[in-house]
């Protein structure tokens, strides 16, 4: 006896569907983006993964949400490597602790008093208003 669901004779997932639904999880497309483009529910897509032998769909992105993320840290990675300066700086900060520096100039606008002359200064000319 074939099975129908509220939508008519229910099918099971080809595997040009699944190819498409491990694809949409490598790059890190949600549950409801891979249902609304297979055109199902959350419900009958893990019953259609159960079918295949899968345990479940959380249980099928781990195992390939990390496929898509090495996939695009090799594409940045090659970015890098290729001289996108860009892509150099962000992978310095991020792999090696490297931050853009900042001067600061701690001297008075025409560079004459460092801030403890600054500090002293002001101070003496407070006391002398009183």
Request: proline share 4%; aromatic share 4%; glycine share 6%.
């Amino acid at each position: 006896m074939e099975k129908t669901g509220p939508k008519g004779p229910s099918k099971p997932m080809s595997d040009k569907e699944f190819d498409q639904l491990v694809n949409m999880i490598r790059i890190q497309c949600t549950r409801d983006e891979i249902c609304d483009i297979l055109n199902m529910s959350d419900d009958t897509l893990n019953r259609r993964l159960k079918e295949r032998g899968e345990k479940n769909f959380a249980a099928l992105y781990k195992k390939h949400s990390g496929e898509g993320k090495a996939s695009l840290r090799r594409a940045q990675w090659k970015a890098a490597q290729d001289g996108n300066p860009t892509m150099l700086v962000w992978l310095g900060k991020q792999m090696l602790g490297q931050r853009d520096k900042k001067d600061l100039d701690h001297t008075s606008s025409d560079g004459s008093m460092t801030p403890r002359e600054i500090i002293i200064r002001a101070a003496d000319a407070k006391t002398s208003d009183d």
